[in-house]
């Protein structure tokens, strides 16, 4: 049947299933389509009886299944497409007989192993496409025998090895495209003969070694690709030849030297990419000449000189990014030229000087980014001008003067960030305009008065920073209706008054920063309603009253700061419904009573200050159950007992102050091996028993204070092996035996104070081996013996005390 079909076209049907076996015998087939339907199932071997087929189209199915070798059977074939399908295995060595073959397009498929040899056997291939696929291995020598190649697309494969000197040869080819590989080696100067040449994408590859000059005999290359290569020496002058250019990418390599003036010939560039390379030199000035040029990119380099005023002829430019580079001098009043540029970036270079008032004419600007330079001067008023603009930052310079009122024209304006400079007077009345602003950072500068209540109208606002200013009087209530807010930092301003109650209103909250003020009044019980905080710091202000009980209902809470107010009543037992926990300081308020067995349940604390209140009672037993508590700090208290048990055990202290309680217990045992240990503070408790010989484990330990208690016993010669020492604190306590000689072993400890004791013996000589040490106290003991001349060693000691003693002599004779 259908003996006589000569052409069978089902393209674009929806058609499914698998191709039958029985196609094989309409062998007066010229042309068989199958393309863009639903195919599945492997492609039927019995194609390959096909004998008269010129063109075959199967791209776009979901076949499946290696390529058959029966297609080599088709030797009148000059087009073959089976481009996108779930093709697997690797490209048959029969394909080699198919000598008409023009067209091979095989892309988008699974396709691995090598490309073979026999390819250079296709004389009559015009185009050649492999790409997408999983083929690795090196690009075949044999390449170069296709001399009528136009078009070759291996991109995105697995190929290695060098780029073989052979492709040279192809002097018809339009494109070449061998990007997304992991070629290496270097580009070979035979790539100059390819002088049909219009497209050449080597990008995402491996290749090293300088740009060859022969490049520039490509005098029809209209794209030049060469991106994040390991390439490296010079831009070559040569490139100055390929004046029909209109896209050079040179970024992500290692390239060094200048950028040549030569690169002003290439009129036609529309983009030019060299970021993250190691280029320096300054900017040419022959820059000006690129006219068309809509994108310049020369960020992340080591340019240095100014920027030339040329850059104002670029007319036609959009995007500009210069930043990351060592641009020094003033930005040219000639930016202002630039009217159809929509990014400018020049962050984190040496610009100095003020900004042009020129900036405003920049009206179709959307990104503008001046952070990290040396600007100095106000903040222009022409920047009101700029009503496209979406993100403008100008954080770390020297701006001064106050923000102009104009900014509130900026209505597109989703991020702001001015923070870092001396910026000085109010905030301005005009900044509640800025409806879209999702993004506000105002820190770190000299801003003063009080926060307008405008800044309620900035719903969409998700961060807002303007801590570290001068800025007074109260929060304002209108503060709740910032209801996207995820992150709000007042901290370090001069504002007063009560947190007000609608903060309860910020419920997405996740950081809540209101330290170092002068705040009033009791925390609020709506702050309960912020259920999303991880951060919440409220230390150094004057807040009083009791921790109201609601904040046992922020479960995400992570870390919580309220040291360092006049807080008073008992710490509420709901704090231990905060099982998140790793960081809690109620330091230096006015709590009392006990602590709330509920601490028992804060497993995660890695931080936990409780020091100078008036709390009372036994320590919980299992506060170091967690055993991920680094900073322990109780001290100046009224608790007594025993030392908790779980505290022997807890190997991650890094900080531990127990000191100015009644304590009791034996300091022997109460105590376990702490390796991150650097502070240790027992002093003024009731511990007794003899020091531990744990605490020579104790490695990183810096300063060890076990004064006013009631230890007996000698002074351990371990002692001396704590090489971190700078700070050893034994005094008022009931030690005997001499002080020993490894004592002289410290040789980092600056403070040592014994006194108070009934230590025996000679002072040892060794101690004269402190070369740091500041203070000795060693008075009311009973030593005696000469003081030591070795003494006199100790060149940085300026507190000396050994009075109450029994040396008859001060010094030998």
């Known amino acids: ?428 009345h005009s900044i509640g305009n800025l409806a879209s602003l999702f993004f506000l950072d105002l820190e770190e500068n000299g801003l003063s008065g009080p926060i307008p209540s405008e800044i309620g109208r900035l719903a969409a606002l998700d961060e807002l920073d303007l801590s570290n200013n001068n800025i007074n009087g109260s929060i304002p209530r209108c503060i709740g209706n910032l209801t996207s807010l995820s992150f709000l930092d007042l901290e370090e301003n001069g504002l007063s008054g009560p947190i007000p109650s609608e903060i309860g209103r910020l419920t997405a909250l996740v950081e809540l920063h209101l330290s170092n003020n002068n705040i009033n009044g009791s925390i609020p019980h709506s702050i309960g309603n912020l259920t999303s905080l991880s951060l919440l710091s409220l230390e150094e202000n004057g807040l009083s009253g009791p921790i109201t009980l609601e904040i046992g209902r922020l479960t995400s809470l992570t870390k919580l700061y309220i040291y360092d107010n006049t807080l008073t009543g008992p710490i509420p037992a709901s704090l231990g419904s905060l099982a998140n926990l790793t960081e809690l300081s109620l330091a230096e308020n006015k709590f009392f009573g006990s602590l709330p067995s509920e601490f028992n349940k804060l497993t995660q604390l890695t931080y936990l200050q409780l020091y100078n209140n008036e709390l009372e009672g036994e320590l919980p037993t299992d506060v170091c159950l967690g055993r991920s508590l680094q900073n322990f700090s109780i001290g100046n208290n009224h608790f007594t007992g025993p030392i908790p048990t779980s505290l022997e055990n807890c190997s991650t202290l890094i900080r531990l102050r127990l000191d100015g309680n009644q304590l009791i217990g034996n300091i022997a045992n109460a105590f376990g091996i702490y390796p991150n240990l650097t502070f240790m503070d027992l002093s003024h408790n009731h511990l007794r028993g003899e020091i531990s010989w744990k605490w020579e484990h104790c490695s990183n330990l810096m300063s060890l204070r076990i004064s006013n208690n009631d230890l007996s016993g000698e002074i351990p010669a371990i002692l001396g092996r704590m090489a971190k020492l700078q700070e050893l604190n034994l005094s008022s306590n009931n030690l005997r035996g001499e002080i020993p000689r490894e004592m002289g072993s410290l040789s980092m400890l600056l403070d040592l104070d014994l006194s108070n004791n009934a230590i025996t013996g000679n002072v040892p000589i060794e101690i004269g081996l402190l070369s740091y040490l500041e203070k000795l106290n060693l008075a009311s003991n009973n030593l005696s013996g000469y003081i030591p001349m070795q003494l006199g060693s100790c060149k940085h000691l300026f507190s000396l005390n050994l009075s109450r003693n029994k040396s008859r002599e001060a010094f030998p004779p």
């Open 1 to 428: 049947m259908l003996e006589s079909l000569h052409y069978l076209d089902l393209r674009a049907n929806n058609l499914s299933g698998h191709i039958p076996w029985e196609i094989g015998r309409l062998d007066s087939l010229l042309e068989l389509g199958f393309s863009r339907n639903k195919f599945t199932g492997p492609i039927p071997a019995s194609l390959g009886n096909l004998g008269s087929l010129i063109h075959l189209y199967l791209l776009k199915n979901q076949l499946s299944g290696p390529i058959p070798a029966s297609l080599g059977k088709l030797g009148n074939l000059t087009e073959l497409r089976i481009s996108h399908n779930n093709i697997v295995g690797s490209l048959p060595r029969e394909i080699s007989d198919l000598r008409n073959l023009k067209s091979l397009f095989l892309q988008q498929n699974q396709l691995s192993g090598p490309i073979p040899l026999e390819i250079g056997r296709l004389t009559a291939l015009v185009k050649l496409d492999l790409s997408n696929n999983n083929i690795n291995g090196s690009i075949p020598h044999s390449i170069g025998n296709l001399a009528s190649l136009s078009f070759l697309d291996l991109e995105e494969n697995g190929l290695s090895g060098p780029i073989p000197s052979e492709i040279g040869r192809l002097t018809a080819l339009v494109k070449l495209d061998l990007s997304n590989n992991n070629i290496n080696g270097s580009i070979p100067h035979s790539i100059g003969n390819l002088a049909s040449l219009s497209f050449l994408d080597l990008e995402e590859n491996g290749l090293s070694g300088p740009i060859p000059s022969e490049i520039g005999r490509l005098a029809a290359l209209d794209e030049l690709d060469l991106s994040n290569n390991n390439i490296n020496g010079s831009i070559p002058r040569s490139i100055g030849n390929l004046t029909s250019l209109s896209f050079l990418d040179l970024k992500e390599n290692g390239l060094s030297g200048p950028i040549p003036s030569e690169i002003g010939r290439l009129t036609a560039l529309v983009e030019l990419h060299l970021s993250n390379n190691n280029i320096n030199g300054s900017i040419p000035h022959s820059i000006g000449n690129l006219t068309s040029l809509s994108l310049l990119s020369l960020e992340e380099n080591g340019l240095s000189g100014p920027i030339p005023s040329e850059i104002g002829r670029l007319t036609a430019l959009v995007k500009l990014d210069l930043s990351n580079n060592n641009i020094n001098g003033s930005i040219p009043h000639s930016i202002g030229n630039l009217a159809s540029l929509s990014f400018l970036d020049l962050e984190e270079n040496g610009l100095s000087g003020p900004i042009p008032s020129e900036i405003g004419r920049l009206a179709t600007l959307d990104e503008l980014d001046l952070s990290n330079n040396n600007i100095n001067g106000s903040i222009p008023r022409s920047i009101g001008n700029l009503t496209s603009l979406s993100f403008l930052d100008l954080e770390e310079n020297g701006l001064s003067g106050p923000i102009p009122s104009e900014i509130g024209r900026l209505t597109a304006l989703v991020k702001l960030d001015l923070s870092k400079n001396n910026i000085n007077g109010s905030i301005p």
